[in-house]
């Protein structure tokens, strides 16, 4: 019988989250249709104005302003949030007359963000409003208006902000994609604001990890083998580049073109008789991950970073492993 209740339990679990999960999920259909005029009429507010994106909300609406203002941050619009509360206490001197403001609420009648909205009226501040809301205060004081489709909250009384904080959010990341897009925000920009954690490592470039100048193994075609081994061996990458005399790279010799060359004439040989032509390369602004990439894929350790066909650098695949990139 417990077994049995217990299963019970357990169906009975998973049809809420289940339920939960499709209202949330058949909402942000209903946003994406619903999108129109106003939405690329924010768009251009926030790109034409000079200066940040000032996100406010109270609540659970405060919660989602505080994380849209992270994102927009992170990926190229200044921006932070201002708890309404404390803006009526001095905050308020935090929003300049450059900025654009993003009010969340989704009734649209939150009582703390009055002294924001009209701060930004008596000033001429920007005003998106962000609202369930359509003839709400905030809706119709907005210069903007963004109003969210009616739809249930998930839970059962219909009154805890799930649905419309999953909406919410979901449109604050459509403002942010597209403002990145607009301004062709790149995997570098992006890597620039996040230098640290397992982001950071992953969006390294091979510049950062290569190495340079005298580290490099390089010699001309006409060098004897014996000279060859022990610029081989100096530098400790398992493999030399053999470069022309304009400095591009012609090929490598590698510890297997010694294997295959291995006979008692190999030191009386110059290197152009012993090296593969050409080669497998990276540029040094490529991310550090394709790289990884390539190494595994072809089953060697080490890569010529070139540019103009001349190399400039040199990636071990020990580099990555201890820069973190995967």
Known sequence: MAQTKSQDIMNADLDTARRVL???????????????????????????????????GMGKSGHIANKIAATLASTGQPAFFVHPGEASHGDLGMVRTDDVVLALSNSGETSELSDIIAFTRRYRIGLIGMTGGAESTLATASDVALVIPNSPEACSIGMAPTTSTTVMLALGDALAVCLLERKGFTAQDFRNFHPGGKLGQRLLRVADLMH?????????????????LIEMTQKSFGVVGVVAPDGKLQGIITDGDLRRHMSKDLIDQVAGEVMTQGCVSVQPAQIASEAL???????????????????????????????GVA
């Open 22 to 56: 499709k209202t949330e999920a058949d909402a942000l259909d209903a946003l994406a249709v619903s999108l129109n005029g106003p939405f690329t009429d924010a768009l251009d507010m926030i790109s034409a104005a000079s200066g940040r994106v000032i996100v406010t």
């Open 212 to 228: 340079t100048g005298d580290q490099l193994p390089l010699i001309a075609a006409d060098t004897p083998m014996s000279d060859a």
């Open 293 to 323: 990439a390539v190494m595994n894929e072809r089953k060697i350790t080490s890569l010529f970073c070139v540019e103009n066909d001349q190399p400039v650098g040199i990636l071990h695949i020990h580099d990555c492993l201890r820069a």
